[in-house]
């Protein structure tokens, strides 16, 4: 069980700004605050040892590169079958995020083809390499982002 | 987009905060190309997010749901997708093609009450005929780290 971290409502109006933009100036986080960037720096480099911040993303266009199709792709299957599976998912180069659920499917996989008829394919090689009851394709069409929805509640010290 | 554009982007890719005068150095650029190169591609669309990533475990959250919704009949995506906006932690939407379901919706979820509450929210939309739910333990937000290795 991960630890909580406790923050305050600085920190909280810390992380909704660098949440928004990774790239806002400590300057302008620093009046809003009504501290010193100093100050601002400091709690960020603490939020950054404490695990809170762990790192950073880039969401970019993926279209220009010839990554036209976003697609999630839902697995039922065994037990017994992940590994194998998962190996297959690992090795093809436009999987992002592939994670174990509980619910409808059991293994939710993200990625990003260049064209479905390789969607289409990885359906087929995992078919054919391991018994997977069903696999269902989502492709995404239109994905908005509403980031700042996300409660970052300050736990009082 | 060009080479260049490509090797900024790259950059960002591997520490989203670094400052410009840094990328600059890398790639042998002057930290004004950095900047112009970077708001133009914010303007045209070709950045679309620079964000940090933050461990929602840390902060009291189990996972994130996924949320494939079943639209009425008759009902609009954007009458579903207006009211889905309004429900708290709920960070993503997309409309879907194929599959399963109308949309998917990404929502950070603190416990089980969360869920059964952001469920029962759903399903009181008047456009939701029926949800579905993923629920996954991994807790970064909004991605894991390893989201950019397509750059690489």
């Given at each position: 069980?991960?630890?909580?971290?406790?923050?305050?409502?600085?920190d909280?109006?810390?992380?909704?700004?660098?949440i928004k933009?990774?790239?806002?100036?400590?300057?302008?986080?620093?009046?809003?605050?009504?501290l010193?960037?100093?100050?601002?720096?400091?709690r960020?480099k603490?939020?950054?040892?404490?695990?809170?911040?762990?790192?950073?993303?880039?969401?970019?266009?993926?279209?220009?590169?010839?990554?036209?199709?976003?697609?999630?792709i839902?697995?039922?299957l065994?037990?017994?079958?992940y590994?194998r599976?998962?190996?297959?998912?690992?090795?093809q180069?436009n999987?992002?995020?592939?994670?174990?659920?509980?619910?409808?499917?059991?293994?939710?996989?993200?990625?990003?083809?260049?064209?479905l008829?390789?969607?289409?394919?990885?359906?087929?090689?995992?078919?054919?390499?391991?018994?997977?009851?069903?696999?269902?394709?989502?492709?995404?069409?239109?994905?908005?982002?509403?980031?700042?929805?996300?409660?970052?509640?300050?736990?009082?010290? | 987009?060009?080479?260049?554009?490509q090797q900024?982007?790259?950059?960002?890719a591997?520490?989203?905060?670094?400052?410009?005068?840094?990328?600059?150095k890398?790639?042998?650029?002057?930290?004004?190309?950095?900047?112009?190169?970077?708001?133009?591609m914010?303007?045209?669309?070709?950045i679309l997010?620079?964000g940090?990533?933050?461990?929602?475990?840390?902060?009291?959250y189990?996972?994130?749901a996924?949320?494939?919704?079943?639209?009425?009949e008759?009902?609009?995506?954007?009458?579903?997708?207006?009211?889905?906006?309004?429900?708290q932690?709920?960070?993503?939407?997309?409309?879907?093609?194929g599959g399963?379901?109308?949309?998917l919706?990404?929502?950070?979820?603190?416990?089980?009450?969360?869920?059964?509450?952001?469920?029962?929210?759903?399903?009181?939309?008047?456009?939701?005929?029926q949800?579905?739910?993923?629920f996954?333990?991994?807790?970064?937000?909004?991605?894991?780290?390893?989201?950019?290795s397509?750059?690489?």
């Amino acid at each position: 069980m991960t630890n909580i971290i406790r923050i305050d409502e600085i920190d909280s109006k810390i992380l909704g700004a660098l949440i928004k933009d990774a790239r806002t100036k400590i300057t302008e986080i620093a009046k809003s605050c009504g501290l010193s960037s100093t100050a601002i720096v400091n709690r960020i480099k603490r939020l950054k040892n404490e695990g809170v911040i762990e790192g950073s993303v880039l969401f970019w266009d993926m279209s220009v590169l010839g990554f036209l199709y976003p697609a999630s792709i839902g697995l039922n299957l065994d037990s017994s079958q992940y590994p194998r599976v998962i190996k297959i998912i690992e090795e093809q180069t436009n999987v992002i995020i592939l994670s174990q659920s509980i619910g409808k499917h059991d293994l939710t996989v993200f990625l990003i083809a260049k064209n479905l008829l390789d969607i289409d394919k990885l359906k087929q090689l995992i078919a054919s390499r391991a018994w997977v009851r069903k696999i269902s394709i989502n492709l995404w069409t239109t994905p908005h982002f509403h980031f700042g929805n996300v409660e970052i509640k300050a736990h009082r010290a | 987009m060009d080479e260049l554009d490509q090797q900024i982007l790259e950059e960002l890719a591997e520490d989203a905060q670094e400052s410009f005068l840094g990328i600059a150095k890398k790639i042998g650029v002057s930290p004004k190309t950095v900047q112009t190169r970077y708001a133009r591609m914010k303007r045209e669309g070709v950045i679309l997010h620079c964000g940090i990533i933050v461990s929602l475990s840390k902060l009291g959250y189990q996972g994130k749901a996924y949320l494939l919704i079943k639209l009425v009949e008759g009902k609009t995506r954007e009458e579903a997708i207006v009211a889905l906006k309004q429900i708290q932690n709920v960070f993503l939407i997309t409309e879907i093609m194929g599959g399963d379901c109308d949309l998917l919706a990404l929502a950070a979820i603190r416990d089980y009450k969360s869920i059964l509450k952001l469920i029962f929210e759903i399903k009181e939309l008047p456009s939701v005929a029926q949800v579905d739910v993923n629920f996954t333990n991994d807790t970064s937000f909004p991605v894991d780290k390893t989201f950019n290795s397509l750059l690489r």
